[in-house]
């Protein structure tokens, strides 16, 4: 069960709390590289979170805007951990739509039709390649 606590707590400790990450170290790494921010400005790992702040994180392609609405240092069950932010609606179309893009998008592997080719086709690529550029005296 998740304790909360009435004072401020790390965002590192408060991201791995809520499950944004599976560990803390992953938490500081992606904060190291400016992928969070806390009311539009990049965080340090020791950053105090309160209540009411406003975080953009981004996880793989994947980008989301939260409100912190509970604060907890100890990690607990999904279910748990969800009641501690609030997704904005805005941010939640866009990942519902960049989802949906994902879906609809060709696999690059489809396009392929035969395959590599064998060593018959490449013998008759590299004999066309040879006698391709022509040397005509126009």
Do not use: C
């Not at 500081?28 to 400016?34: A, H, L, M, S, Y």
């Not at 999904?78 to 949906?100: G, I, V």
């Amino acid at each position: 069960m998740n304790k909360v606590l009435p004072g401020p707590v790390r965002l590192d400790k408060w991201l791995w709390a809520a499950r944004f990450y599976k560990t803390r170290a992953l938490a500081v790494d992606e904060i190291g590289k400016g992928r969070v921010q806390v009311n539009g400005q990049d965080a340090k790992p020791s950053r105090e979170v309160r209540v009411g702040d406003l975080l953009r994180l981004r996880q793989g392609p994947v980008e989301r805007e939260v409100q912190v609405l509970a604060l907890s240092h100890v990690r607990g069950p999904a279910p748990t951990a969800q009641t501690l932010y609030a997704e904005t609606p805005e941010s939640s179309a866009a990942r519902e739509k960049a989802a949906e893009a994902r879906r609809l998008a060709p696999e690059p592997a489809q396009t392929i039709t035969q395959g590599r080719p064998t060593k018959q086709d490449r013998r008759r690529l590299s004999e066309w390649d040879r006698w391709s550029a022509s040397a005509d005296p126009d």
